[in-house]
Every structure is written in structure tokens, then in C-alpha cells.
């Protein structure tokens, strides 16, 4: 994995959403981002590549999460697993600053 | 740990680009301070002017509440469920953005600034069915008393939301003194001063600061001067 840039799994289910997802998560020059709209798509995407954050958009049920979660946890531990509120860029580089300061 | 904590005006976070300027009482966009993240449920607090005929393109939200309230001028509001509509000072406005809403927000006039306080609480329910709210509210009625703008109550007073939170405005005459006791046990209250200057059980308090109270008990509000107007949001503590 490139140390120097951080890698985001966006998961949701609100494709126009997570179209515009995938330009902001890939707008920081330190960004990679990939967001999809299916749990298939996403631990496909898991599999192939190291992720740093996942982010768990609007759609993702409280069930849904949990199982996520669990096999991303047990994957690969350290990983954030973590909500995005917001659907946008209001708080988007705040969750993920925060986030890797109390990881 | 302490139970109050106080936001001083010159205090909050700052973005000015151009047609947009905004003060960010807690962390958004550009504006990082891991010690202004949130009083509870409460997450966005922007104090923003819009030039005249400038705006918001449309952008999406999702599972946040969302509330404008307008203290000059105009906005035009338009989304993807089909509204196109204006609220003035003295509307409110809220969106339930739940499973996720696209929307443009602009000044509704050309040559006039807008004002107004853009209001972000995390929902009490994830991945709700998008909805759009607004409400008259009559500015004379807070005429020395606390109005009720929003609560989570359908058929309340004002609007309502997705959140155990409930929403006051007053205009209070220099030296108007109320009380304010939480809706709800485990609610804490934040007070946001929109002019003059107040005092809230004895902490002074002057034009856009913030002032949290996570264990309030009944909170004595006095006003120090003349039309001073206050906002109180009642609003869980965990979220």
C-alpha cells in the first residue's frame, strides 16, 4: 500500500449520492476513493486492494453495518470502519480527520 | 468534566469565498477543530451571508437533519422531491435528507444580502424517507417570551424533525429576565445569541456566541439589552 496516501472505501446505497462520493473522495491529491453502491461490489473491491477507511453511507442498514464491519474488522485489523453523516463534503474531511486521530 | 462550554464569537471558524462568507461555530468543511466537533446530536452551526443572486448549486445530503433559518432577506429552495419555494425571515426551513436529497439553496433577490443560520443535527432514525418542511412563524409572537420554531412533535408548534430536539427563539426588551428547563431528561441545551447581548445563569453572552450547558437544571436568561434576540436548542446529549 503507498504510505502516503489514504485509501476509502465509500459504501451506500444512493448511486446519484455516491457519485458524487467518488469525485470527492478522489479530489485530495493525498485521496484514493472508490464508492459503490452493493456489500458485492465492495468486498469485491476489498479484496483486491488495501483500504485505510470504510465509510458507511445513507442506504447501509444498522444490520448491514454490523456484518460489515465484522468482516472488514476481521480482515484487516486497524482498519477504520466508520458512519458518514452528511452525503457530502460538509463533513467529509472532518470524519476522516478525526477519525484517524482517535483510531 | 465541566458542564458548560462557551463559544466565543471571534472564536469560530472562518471561510470567506467571496459570494459566500461563513463563521462555523463547530468543524465543516475546510475548518478542522477536533475540540469543535458537536454538542451532542448538535453538529453544524453556520452563520452565513450570501451575495445577491448567488447561492448553493445543487448539491446532495443525506441522513441529517437539516435547518435553515433565515435572519434577512431571502433564500430560494428548490430539490429533487419537487419543491421550488422562498423562505423569508420569520420561515424556517427543514429537510430530512434520510435516504439522500439533491438541493440548490440561492438569495432569492439580485441586489439584497441573505442571512441566515444553516443548522445540522445527527437523526434520531437512519436512512428515513427524505422530506422537505417549512413554517410561518409570526417574529412579533417572541416578543419577550421563547417560541417554539421546531420540536419533534407532528402537529407541535412550528416544524418538526427527526430528532428529540426542540428549537426556541426570543426577542427579549433590555432587562427581560425567563427561565428554560430541558424537554427532556438527558437533553442539554445550547443557547446561540443572534444580537445583543445576554446574560444565561450569569455567564455574559454577546452577539453569535455559543454557550452548551450539558447538565441543565432551570436556566435563568436575562437580557442585557435592547431587542436582544436569542436561539435555544434543547438537544440530546448522545447521539
Redesign the interface.
Known sequence: MDTQQLHILAI???A??MT?MQRLLNTPENWKGLAVTTDEAALAAFDKEAFDIVLL??????DEEVALTSHFRQHSPGIIVK?H???????L??EI??AL?HR | MANTILHKADTRGHADHGWLDSHHTFSFANYYNPERMQFGALRVLNDDVVAGGRGFDSHPHDNMEIISIPLEGALEHKDNLGNTVVTEAGEIQVMSTGTGVFHSEYNAYPDKTARFLQIWLFPNQLNVTPRYDQAKINIADRKNTLQQLISPDKNGEGTWLYQDAWFHMGRFDKGFSTAYTAKKQGNGVYFFVISGSFTVNGQELNARDGYGITDPGQLNITALTENAELLVIDIPLFS
Open positions: 451506500g446505497r444512493n446519484e449520492i458524487v453511507c445513507a442506504g447501509v442498514t444498522p458512519r453523516f452528511g452525503g457530502g463534503s460538509g463533513l474531511k472532518n480527520l478525526y486521530e
